[in-house]
C-alpha cells in the first residue's frame, strides 16, 4: 500500500514539491504520461479501470512498460482520486526539473507568464492552450496554483509532458527578461487593443488573477498593456478564452 | 413549497421546455438576473446566503424588488441546487422567447452556431465569449446541450440574459442563411487556417462536438472549413477557447 500512501499525500503541493511527484488520473491523462518521456514511478489501478473506454488497453500497457502497478478496491481507489467519478487509474511520475535556460539563446515566440492564475481548470485549460499555440513556455509566478495539482494535470490534456511549463519568480523572470531583449504584454481591462500590439521577435504575455486583474508587480513591469475589446455591458472573459485570443493575436 | 417543487422538477429538460423557465443558482448569476430584463417568477434562499459575499444585499434586493421568496432549510435548499456547495440563493425566472426574427433585416457581425456541443461548462463559457465579443446572436441545433441548463446558465455569467442565445434547427438556420445571405464558416481540424479566410459582412460560424467533431450537416453547408493552426503533436484546443479565437479572427 506504498504507493497508495504516497497517491493520497501527493494531494498536498508541499508533498509534490518536497518529492518532485506529481499525480495523472484517469485513462486520457496516464495515456498522454506514457506517450511523454517523464520517468513513471507506479500506478495504482481499481477494478472499474476495465469498464473504462480503453482502460483494459491502458491496464495492459502500464504492465507491457515495467511499470509497478497495485491493484486495489474501488473504496481505496477513492482516498487517493481526485476525481468525483475515478475512471480507476492513477500514475505518479516525476515532475521534470525546467527552467528557463531551456529555452536557450537562440528562440523568438511567446513566453507567457501567470501572475496569480488561481482556478486549476482555468490553468490546465491555458497551459493546453499555450502548447497548442506554440508557445515557446508558460511560466507560473507565486500566486499561481502549482502547475502540478491533479486538476490543473488533467485539464492540461497532457500539456503538461511536452510544453515547457514551470515556476517562476519575478526575480528569474526579469533577469532572464534583461538577457532575452523581450517586451513585456499585461493583459489588463483597461490597456489598449491587442490589435495595435507590434509584435516582436520575443514577448512575453502576462495574464492576472480572475478577479483582481492585473497585479502592480506585472503593470509596473509592461512595455503595453493590451485588451481585448469587449461589446458594451459584458466586464471580462474567461481567463482561458482571454489568454488564447491574446496569444493569437500577438503571434500573428 | 410549491416554489421549491418547481425547482426540483425544472434541473429537466423536459420540464424547463414545457415551462419555458429555467433555474439561476448562486449570488453572482441571481445578480445578473435582477440586471436583466428577464421577468423572476420566485426566488429560493437558505440561510448560508447571510454569510456568502454580497449575500445578504442579494437577500434584500430581491424583496425590495418585490420577487416572491421562500426562505427554507439547508437541506431542502439542496435538494433542488446543482453545485456541491450551494451559495443558497436559487431564482427561477421566464425563459425568453427569442427566434431569428430578432435578428432584423439590417445587420452585420456573426452568428455563432453550436452544433452538438455537449459540455454544459464549454457552453455556458461560449456563450459569455460571444455575447464579449458582440456575436449578433447564438443559436444551438439538436445535440447541444440545453442552454437553460442551470451549470450553463452559470458558466454564462449573466451572458444569457442580454446576449441572443437560443435552440434552433437546420432547418430554421437554413431558412434564415437564404433570406440573410450569410457566409457559413465551419471549424475543423483540418480546415484552412483562419488566417486566410476572407471577412463576410454577414457570416455564421459552426462550431461541433468536443470529441466527434463537425458534424456532415455542417461540412455539407460551409463555404470554408476553417481551422486554427497547432503546433505539432496537439491535437486540438478546448472548445470554448477555440470559439474565441476563431470569432476574434473573424471579426477583426
Not at 495574464?207 to 503595453?224: I, K, P, T
Amino acid at each position: 500500500v506504498k504507493l497508495l500512501t504516497l497517491a493520497r499525500d501527493l494531494r498536498r503541493r508541499k508533498s509534490r514539491e518536497k518529492n518532485q511527484l506529481f499525480v495523472a488520473e484517469g485513462v486520457r491523462a496516464v495515456e498522454e504520461l506514457l506517450r511523454s518521456r517523464l520517468p513513471i514511478r507506479g500506478a495504482l489501478t481499481a477494478p472499474q479501470l476495465m469498464e473504462a473506454p480503453r482502460g483494459a488497453a491502458l491496464a495492459s500497457t502500464l504492465r507491457d512498460r515495467g511499470v509497478a502497478v497495485e491493484d486495489i478496491a474501488a473504496a481505496e481507489f477513492g482516498s487517493a482520486a481526485e476525481t468525483e467519478s475515478p475512471q480507476g487509474v492513477i500514475a505518479i511520475a516525476e515532475v521534470p526539473e525546467r527552467s528557463f535556460a531551456e529555452i536557450g539563446s537562440d528562440w523568438t515566440g511567446i513566453v507567457l507568464v501567470l501572475d496569480a492564475v488561481q482556478d486549476p481548470g482555468n490553468v490546465g485549460t491555458i497551459l493546453r492552450t499555450a502548447a497548442a499555440l506554440g508557445a515557446v513556455a508558460t511560466v507560473a509566478l507565486p500566486g499561481t496554483v502549482d502547475l502540478w495539482n491533479a486538476k490543473v494535470v488533467r485539464s492540461g490534456m497532457g500539456a503538461h509532458f511536452t510544453h515547457l511549463a514551470f515556476s517562476t519568480t519575478w526575480n528569474e523572470l526579469d533577469a532572464f527578461r534583461a538577457n532575452a531583449g523581450m517586451r513585456l504584454f499585461a493583459a489588463d481591462a483597461g490597456g489598449e487593443d491587442i490589435a495595435t500590439a507590434k509584435p516582436a521577435a520575443r514577448s512575453a504575455l502576462v495574464v492576472g488573477n480572475e478577479g483582481a486583474g492585473l497585479s502592480s508587480d506585472a503593470r509596473s513591469r509592461a512595455d503595453r498593456v493590451v485588451a481585448l475589446p469587449l461589446a458594451d455591458g459584458v466586464e471580462s472573459l474567461n481567463v482561458a478564452v482571454a489568454t488564447g485570443i491574446l496569444l493569437h493575436s500577438l503571434r500573428s
